[in-house]
């Protein structure tokens, strides 16, 4: 059975949860060096003051196997991190995070940014989410790396 928590600044903080998130994500510096000083330093104490907000996916035994960072914020309601843990892929987890973002982020119009590596495995999930592409560019994060923004237009 798996369990879906949303944190807001309204949820009781737990600085080891939040570690042991950011532990399932952290592979990711290899395509987005800063994500870690990001995740402690602008991301953590922003889902404090209220601009930001985590969704996560819990396996039968309270592990951590999926996760989404979201950006809720006057100017912009992004998906920045959408991750689910390799042996748990193909089984949904991409679907329910992708709703539960969407929902936690009301009506407004949703960013995400997908590196072209990870484009593949992204794209019907984005599809069928309403998201569109609007541009792409090159060397953003990694010199020799594209990145695709695309956005899902309010409802």
């Not at 369990?3 to 532990?23: C, G, M, R, W």
């Not at 996916?57 to 196997?65: A, D, Q, T």
């Not at 959408?82 to 748990?88: A, D, G, I, R």
Request: charged share 20%.
């Amino acid at each position: 059975m798996l369990n879906v928590v949303t944190y807001t600044s309204d949820s009781q903080h737990n600085d080891i949860l939040y570690t042991k998130l950011y532990e399932l994500t952290d592979y990711i510096n290899t395509y987005y060096p800063k994500h870690r000083e990001w995740f402690f330093n602008t991301f953590l104490p922003d889902l404090k003051a209220g601009t930001r907000a985590i969704v996560a996916v819990f396996n039968e035994i309270g592990e951590p196997v999926g996760v989404a960072f979201l950006k809720k914020s006057h100017d912009e309601h992004k998906i920045c991190t959408l991750f689910v843990q390799q042996e748990y892929r193909k089984a949904g987890i991409g679907k329910i995070l992708m709703q539960e973002s969407i929902a936690t982020l009301e009506s407004a119009e949703i960013s995400i940014t997908v590196s072209g590596v990870n484009l593949p495995q992204l794209q019907s999930l984005l599809d069928r989410h309403g998201f569109m592409l609007v541009s792409q560019s090159h060397g953003d994060y990694l010199p020799d790396e594209t990145e695709y923004y695309f956005i899902r237009p309010q409802r």
